[in-house]
């Protein structure tokens, strides 16, 4: 059974700094690109940061360009996104998904990802 769980969410004034985890099982991570979306109310769910499934390339919305990183550790099964300098425009359920053998642009296709974590809160106050 794959399984996606995503840890690190809460609240945050804006400009701090959060560090979201996403710890994979029941596949084989090294072959999945994997990244992070998001979706606020009333708002179509949108990537945020992936990385492919070697691990060399990396793809970043603009929103988040200059303000997340995106990494993965395939020892640990794991991958996270380091967020600073948030904005309370970036209050969303933070989702970590994941797709077989993709490119890191998959973060513009939400409807082409394979398995989806549950998601974790991410709330920035002004």
């Known amino acids: 059974q794959v399984q996606l769980v995503e840890s690190g969410g809460g609240s945050v004034q804006a400009g701090g700094s959060l560090r979201l985890s996403c710890t994979v099982s029941?596949?084989?991570?090294?072959?999945?690109?994997m990244g992070w979306f998001r979706q606020a109310p009333g708002k179509e769910r949108e990537g945020v940061a992936c990385?492919?499934?070697?691990?060399?390339?990396?793809y970043y919305r603009d929103f988040a360009k200059g303000r997340f990183t995106i990494s993965r550790h395939n020892a640990g099964n794991t991958h996270d996104l380091q967020m600073n300098s948030l904005k309370p425009e970036d209050t969303a359920i933070y989702y970590c998904?994941?797709?077989?053998?993709?490119?890191?642009?998959?973060?513009?296709?939400?409807?082409?990802?394979?398995?989806w974590g549950q998601g974790t809160q991410v709330t920035v106050s002004s």
């Open positions: 998904a994941a797709n077989r053998f993709a490119r890191a642009d998959f973060c513009l296709a939400p409807t082409a990802v394979d398995f």
């Open positions: 029941g596949l084989t991570f090294g072959n999945y690109a």
């Open positions: 990385i492919s499934w070697g691990g060399a390339d990396t």
